[in-house]
Nanobody, 128 residues
Framework: QVQLVESGGGLVQAGGSLRLSCAAS????????MGWFRQAPGKEREFVAA????????YYADSVKGRFTISRDNAKNTVYLQMNSLKPEDTAVYYC?????????????????????WGQGTQVTVSS
């Protein structure tokens, strides 16, 4: 089992920044690829970003590319999502997730069912 706890969400004006954190406990964190997803009211959960277990490869949704950065610190069992130039359409509950295997190197990284463990989510609200 891997337990994931997100933090760092909040209310920010458009153009502002937030950094989300996801702290992991349980099984060896460094064995897992990590992803960030988000879900807005009435919408499907959508992929935001993913990072390999080593941190050497990262992947982003087109909607956040150039504005968001995913990173991880395996010594601290934590993955981060730095969000800059936030837009009202970024408003959502943000979830981190842990997954095994090579799926992160394929388009399957954007599929929620490919991930084994999920956090409870943290709300991000961007005002215009």
């Amino acid at each position: 089992q891997v337990q994931l706890v997100e933090s760092g969400g909040g209310l920010v004006q458009a153009g502002g920044s937030l950094r989300l954190s996801c702290a992991a406990s349980g099984r060896t964190f460094s064995n897992y690829a990590m992803g960030w997803f988000r879900q807005a009211p009435g919408k499907e959960r959508e992929f935001v970003a993913a990072i390999t277990w080593s941190g050497l490869s990262t992947y982003y949704a087109d909607s956040v590319k150039g504005r968001f950065t995913i990173s991880r610190d395996n010594a601290k069992n934590t993955v981060y999502l730095q969000m800059n130039s936030l837009k009202p359409e970024d408003t959502a509950v943000y979830y981190c997730a842990a997954g095994r295997g090579g799926m992160v190197h394929t388009t399957r990284r954007a599929v929620p069912q490919e991930y084994d463990y999920w956090g409870q989510g943290t709300q991000v609200t961007v005002s215009s």
